[in-house]
């Protein structure tokens, strides 16, 4: 088994935040389970451009962490739904601060990069994207 050579400083406030929402993917997940997209495969269908093992990876951390948990229901075909836990539901605020300052700096983040399209983002609504 796998150990670290530097031990985590889990701690730490920030470490711990980064730890549980840091990467690629996992605020957008977090968002569309808020927005009320909560099956795997329609996750997957909004996420698009993710490939599916990454997606579950991401949601079993989610789930590891306790920020969100699955419930499955007893039909054929079976049916997963994510829901957010009361911690879960405590990380949103953080998420939607990020979305704001996001926003509100972007075109300053994005200054120097020559392929920046505005309304490009892919977690816009379908009517919104400027393609």
């Not at 389970?33 to 093992?53: F, Y």
């Not at 039909?75 to 939607?96: H, N, Q």
Request: net charge positive; charged share 30%.
């Amino acid at each position: 088994m796998y150990q670290r050579k530097i031990p985590e400083l889990l701690d730490c406030g920030l470490a711990v935040s980064i730890k549980v929402i840091g990467g690629k993917w996992k605020a957008w997940i977090l968002d569309c389970i808020r927005r009320d997209i909560r099956r795997p495969s329609a996750i997957h269908r909004e996420m698009q451009e993710v490939k599916p093992r990454i997606i579950n990876l991401h949601l079993k951390e989610l789930e590891d962490y306790g920020i969100i948990y699955k419930e499955i229901y007893a039909e054929v075909p079976a049916r997963v739904e994510y829901y957010f836990t009361e911690v879960g539901k405590s990380l949103l605020p953080v998420i939607d601060v990020l979305e704001l300052w996001g926003n509100t700096n972007k075109e300053y983040i994005n200054r120097k990069h020559a392929d920046y399209k505005e309304g490009s983002c892919v977690m816009l609504p379908e009517s919104q994207r400027q393609n």
